[in-house]
């Protein structure tokens, strides 16, 4: 049987950060704002280093990006140009 969640942690983040490490269910990502050519990238990892869960992307303002993965290593995000947005997964 699956389970599906839809509450979990969350991590609010703008610059390329280390949201978690060790063995994690990655949800999603939240954009409230993105501006001057901004892109985002996640890795199951923690630094930028491989496994790419997801990689390079433009997000767009307002959007909710569902990213519904199992994430080994932990999760790290990169950014560029301007972002604000909100990282959700499940310990």
Do not use: R
Not at 80 to 89: E, K, R
């Amino acid at each position: 049987m699956s389970l599906v969640t839809e509450v979990g942690s969350y991590e609010n983040i703008s610059a390329s950060t280390l949201v978690y490490t060790g063995h994690c269910l990655l949800m999603g990502i939240f954009v409230a704002s993105a501006s001057a050519t901004p892109t985002i990238k996640v890795w199951d990892q923690t630094s930028a280093a491989a496994p790419i869960v997801v990689n390079t992307f433009i997000p767009v303002s307002g959007a909710y990006y569902p990213i519904p993965a199992s994430c080994v290593n932990g999760i790290y995000v990169t950014i560029s140009g301007t972002v604000d947005c909100t990282v959700f997964f499940n310990i």
